[in-house]
């Protein structure tokens, strides 16, 4: 049972260079999260998808871009990267509607420099 | 703009002691999760409360969720090595499926 898989797991970008980064999940959960961990700030929700085809804003969108390519899969993109994206990434998955648990992957670590 | 603010930040114990850790807000919430986080992985749920007031158990962890729905804690009982981790209280935020993260409690058991 792989549960949610994000590649890859490590990268180093210099700056203003783009990348994909991916998520996919086994469960059939219809909503899709990312979400970026820094030193002291938790976690802080960047996009979010309810279900296919649809995709929202979180609290720290700038700079990122998402896709929800079907019901497994949800993409984060930075187009241009900046050394303030310097962070781990984070993808969770869950079955809609509130009080639902959420499933993380193992996360991105991604430097920029 | 809903907050969820955990104390204390970092926490260093010897193995057998007692911890709580909180977490508060000055908004209510409809229900509150705990998750630990341990290092490289991703966060994992311990519970989820939703009732003012329960209380729920997981072995020698107590969680509760305040009366008027705005606060937790998180208490272990003789803590274990095993138990050091990073600890995470999440809510939804009202009115979307949107969930908020607090700043996390870095719990170190030493043996």
């Known amino acids: 049972n792989a549960g949610v898989t994000q590649t890859p797991k490590f990268q180093v970008l210099k700056t203003g260079q783009s990348m994909t980064l991916q998520c996919a999940q086994d469960m059939n959960h219809n909503s899709m999260y990312w979400y970026r961990q820094d030193p002291g700030m938790g976690l802080r929700l960047i996009y979010y998808s309810a279900s296919e085809g649809t995709t929202d804003k979180g609290e720290v969108p700038n700079g990122y871009n998402v896709s929800r390519l079907n019901k497994r899969e949800f993409s984060l993109r930075l187009e241009s990267a900046a050394p303030s994206q310097t962070s781990v990434y984070f993808c969770a998955s869950s079955v809609s509607g509130g009080n639902q648990p959420q499933h993380f992957g193992d996360g991105t670590r991604l430097s920029i420099l | ?111």
């Open chain 2, 1 to 111: 703009t809903q907050l969820l603010e955990q104390s204390p930040q970092f926490l260093s114990i010897q193995e057998g002691e007692n911890l709580t850790v909180y977490c508060n807000s000055s908004s209510v919430f409809s229900s509150l999760q705990w998750y630990r986080q341990e290092p490289g992985e991703g966060p994992v749920l311990l519970v989820t409360v939703v009732t003012g007031g329960e209380v729920k158990k997981l072995k020698r962890l107590t969680f509760q969720f305040g009366d008027a729905r705005k606060d937790s804690s998180l208490h272990i009982t003789a803590a274990q090595p095993g138990d050091t981790g990073l600890y995470l209280c999440a809510a939804m935020g009202s009115g979307t499926y949107k969930y908020i993260f607090g700043t996390g409690t870095r719990l170190k058991v030493l043996a």
